[in-house]
């Protein structure tokens, strides 16, 4: 079976055509990072735009990275939820102009299942039930993945979701746009204990997640700094930040693991690619003997890979979408 997947919810323009679920035949991704940087985010309007532009080469170029042709291709998927709402238009329109087109099945998938899917790419062992924690730009849950694309959610963020903490103190200590792999990168330089950052739990909600009390503890940190005219090592700022969301992710998560007796740990989402998360979450689940997943760093960010590897797993259940199959930007976990 081969699956081509299609994926524009936010600001990446990608395609990929995945074959029997967990092969990667291509995996094209036109990123508009430099664009919006000027912008010190990502700006909707000028992302749609960009999609239409590129989607067509794009989608031409996975195909001809896997060596085939729409002729070859058994299923389309596409992410149609959460995501920006002109940006997920694209995806969708073209999806459904192809299966239109070629007679193929259409598979709306959800973006979040996508990111889960992900881990599926390089572990061709991993299976449900398994426990994952969803950090991305959108998103901060600790789900049990039941079955393919069936999750119980056990917690999930009050507040600002990882990424977008990540961002935002990026954006405080003068990183600009996107901010994680910033912050990643800066804080090589910094000492992680160097400021005491709080870890914020949520009462009566274990596996819940809390943010913005982070973020306002680094912008009074940064204030303080200011009104004492002290200066300001931006590499300590990041390191010690980078270090309390840390901490409170693998916390959270092995705690779940623990409580609900769940032997295997999935980490899925943009933050996942971050380098102190991943070493620190390999040592506590070595420490619990948990065994531990996450997919390399191209597959936690945005892709249309994992989202091929969704639509092959609902393509099986017999999940199929109507050509009225419309963008749906707030689309929740779980829903169709
Ligand atoms: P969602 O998937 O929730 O709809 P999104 O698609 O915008 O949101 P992703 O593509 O999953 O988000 O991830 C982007 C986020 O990941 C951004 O917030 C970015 O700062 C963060 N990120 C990317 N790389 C790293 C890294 N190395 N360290 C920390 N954060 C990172
Ligand atoms: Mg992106
Ligand atoms: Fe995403």
Same mark, same amino acid.
């Given at each position: ?93 073209? @999806? ?99 400021? @005491? ?41 990041? @390191? ?64 249309? @890979? ?31």
């Amino acid at each position: 079976i081969l699956i081509l997947g299609i994926e524009s919810s936010c600001d990446e323009t990608a395609a990929s055509v995945v074959k029997n679920g967990r092969i990667i035949l291509s995996n094209v991704i036109s990123s508009q990072i430099e664009l919006h940087t000027l912008y010190g985010g990502v700006v909707p309007e000028i992302a749609s735009r960009k999609h239409i532009e590129r989607i067509n080469q794009v989608i031409k170029q996975a195909l001809s990275d896997a060596n085939v042709t729409l002729d070859d291709i058994d299923a389309i998927g596409v992410t149609y939820g959460p995501g920006l709402v002109g940006a997920l238009l694209v995806g969708v329109s073209e @999806a459904k102009a192809i299966a239109y087109a070629k007679h193929l099945p259409l598979i709306g998938v959800h973006h979040i299942e996508g990111h889960v899917s992900a881990n599926y790419i390089e572990y061709p062992e991993l299976e449900p039930p398994f426990m994952c924690e969803i950090i991305s730009g959108g998103h901060t849950h600790l789900v049990i993945v039941k079955d393919y694309g069936e999750f119980e959610i056990l917690g999930r963020t009050r507040d600002d979701a990882a990424g977008e903490a990540f961002d935002k103190v990026a954006r405080a200590i003068g990183l600009g746009y996107p901010g994680g792999p910033k912050i990643d990168k800066l804080s090589e330089e910094g000492n992680p204990d160097a400021i @005491a950052f709080p870890r914020a739990k949520v009462e009566g909600a274990p596996y819940d997640f809390s943010f913005s009390g982070l973020k306002s503890a680094v912008l009074n940190y940064l204030n303080q700094c200011k009104m004492k005219d002290e200066p300001v090592n931006r590499a300590d700022v990041a @390191a010690s930040f980078q270090k309390a969301v840390t901490d409170v992710l693998v916390d959270t998560a092995i705690r779940g693991a623990r409580d609900f007796h769940v032997d295997k740990l999935a980490i899925a989402g943009g933050v996942a690619s971050n380098r102190h998360l991943r070493a620190a979450m390999k040592e506590a689940c070595q420490r619990e003997t948990i065994t531990f997943y996450h997919p390399s760093p191209i597959f936690c960010t945005d892709n249309a @890979a994992m989202i091929g590897v969704a639509a092959y797993y609902e393509y099986q259940k017999g999940t199929r979408s109507d050509l009225d199959l419309n963008a749906v930007p707030n689309l929740k976990l779980g829903e169709r």
